[in-house]
């Protein structure tokens, strides 16, 4: 015990800590009991039950004797006392959840406790649609960077797959959407059926742990894919721009791979570009009719392209810039001057296009495979909202979704499994031209 100040510090031992955690454990035990019986009639009912049964057996323990008055009394009030303290122990009852403490041990065996060497405690399990189980955890000292962090660990310790993880409101509870390893990551093969014809902000990206994981283009407009080689990510790129076309919108697609990844089909129901200068000329339109939109949208006094076609029932496409390996088409190096001034004009011109595109309905799809930092310029970067990663190094990664979990999360020699920037993963839908 060391005083400084007139403040007394204490260094509570390993035995105190302990202690103090298994209270605080039973606490939030009897707490859920309580939460249980309040919010399940079934719950309610069987904590009833309990205590009428507490009652019962105070009354037999503690009925009248032929005694003197004062003793009766006194055995009543024992009565009473020893009643209220079988209370906390009906509601722990109802408010245990199987297995865990079990899930605790396995916790402390894997290494994921705090700096005191206490595991997190389960104080609730809810089974929630898509076969999905919501489990809550009471935990000091266990920020949310550190679940994230750990996510790999933690799927170890419970032998399902973490969906998402969600911070309670007092920062003491945590609590984990997870599923049953099964059969999520298969193989999928595309279907045309699966395009959402009606909403031509939405596109279908893959199959997450609950369901299709879909983005949408009026709320984050777009999208940058990496992956190392043989990742998935081309066959994803594809699978986008099908679901585009079939949506009615103008794409548009820089090739310049000398059309190995985009054959006749893309040449019959898209614009394909292959040459610098092209593309450059592509961009100036593309910024021009964006400034055309600008004009229109300030006549109707809409907000956006949804709003401009609910005010007005005229329709526009949506127009959709691709590139396969932007990172090549952007690269200077050993560039001439004349070469280096082009590639500048198509940086500024992606730029306008990132920065204003979202509510004029001009949308870019960008995919890379190069572990550089300096694959796009920043304004160009930091406007791509939607990021995607597969297979690929913690470079890569890193650069991509802003950290390693596409390193870490997923397999070597997973094809088509791909991880978002806010940590979902999922599973690319396999398009192949032969599909359509």
């Known amino acids: 015990?060391?005083?400084?100040?007139?403040i007394v510090m204490t260094n509570p031992s390993n035995n105190d800590l302990n202690a103090r955690t298994n209270l605080r454990n039973f606490l939030c035990t009897v707490k859920n009991g309580f939460y249980n019986a309040a919010t399940n009639p079934r719950k309610r009912n069987l904590l009833i039950v309990l205590l009428l049964l507490d009652a019962l057996l105070c009354a037999?323990?503690?009925?009248?004797?032929?005694?003197?008055?004062?003793?009766?009394?006194?055995?009543?009030?024992?009565?009473?006392?020893?009643?209220?303290?079988?209370v906390p122990l009906c509601a722990a009852l109802i408010g245990y959840v199987p297995g865990a403490l079990e899930m605790q041990r396995n916790f402390s065996r894997v290494g994921f406790v705090n700096h005191a060497g206490e595991a997190p405690y389960l104080i609730r399990?809810?089974?929630?649609?898509?076969?999905?189980?919501?489990?809550t955890y009471s935990c000091t000292g266990f920020p949310l960077k550190k679940w994230i962090d750990a996510q790999l660990v933690i799927e170890t310790a419970l032998n399902m797959l973490i969906e998402s993880i969600h911070e309670g409101r007092d920062r003491r509870t945590i609590t984990l959407h997870c599923v049953q390893p099964g059969h999520v990551f298969d193989l999928l093969?595309?279907?045309?059926?699966?395009?959402?014809?009606?909403?031509?902000?939405?596109?279908?990206?893959?199959?997450?742990?609950?369901?299709?994981?879909?983005?949408?283009?009026?709320?984050?407009?777009?999208?940058?894919i990496g992956g190392?080689?043989?990742?998935?990510?081309?066959?994803?790129?594809r699978c986008i721009l099908w679901q585009c076309i079939q949506q009615s919108d103008i794409v548009y697609i820089a090739d310049f791979k000398g059309g190995v990844d985009f054959g006749k089909l893309w040449h019959r129901f898209s614009h394909i570009i292959t040459t610098e200068k092209d593309l450059l000329e592509l961009l100036n339109r593309l910024v021009d009719e964006l400034e055309e939109r600008k004009k229109l949208f300030v006549e109707a006094d809409a907000s956006n392209i949804t709003d401009y076609f609910q005010k007005t029932n005229h329709f526009l496409n949506r127009i959709i810039f691709s590139c396969d390996e932007v990172a090549e088409l952007l690269d200077k190096t050993g560039a001439d001057k004349e070469r280096k001034e082009l590639l500048s004009q198509i940086e500024a011109r992606l730029s306008t296009l990132a920065r204003q595109g979202r509510a004029f309905g001009i949308h870019l799809v960008l995919a890379t495979q190069r572990p550089d930092a300096n694959i796009l310029p920043g304004q160009i970067k930091n406007n791509l909202n939607v990021r995607i990663c597969g297979r690929a190094d913690a470079t890569l990664s890193t650069i991509i979704i802003g950290d390693g979990r596409a390193a870490e999360q997923i397999p070597s020699d997973a094809q088509g499994r791909f991880i978002t920037a806010d940590g979902t993963v999922f599973q690319a839908y396999y398009f192949d031209d032969s599909l359509v």
């Open 1 to 6: 015990m060391n005083s400084r100040k007139g």
């Open 125 to 135: 399990m809810e089974f929630l649609d898509h076969n999905v189980v919501a489990y």
């Open 189 to 224: 093969r595309w279907s045309d059926t699966y395009v959402l014809r009606h909403n031509d902000n939405l596109l279908i990206v893959g199959r997450g742990l609950t369901g299709d994981i879909i983005i949408d283009l009026n709320k984050t407009p777009h999208i940058l």
């Open 228 to 237: 190392n080689t043989g990742s998935g990510k081309t066959v994803l790129l």
């Open 60 to 86: 037999v323990i503690y009925r009248p004797h032929n005694i003197p008055a004062v003793l009766n009394n006194i055995m009543v009030i024992f009565g009473i006392m020893t009643f209220i303290c079988f």
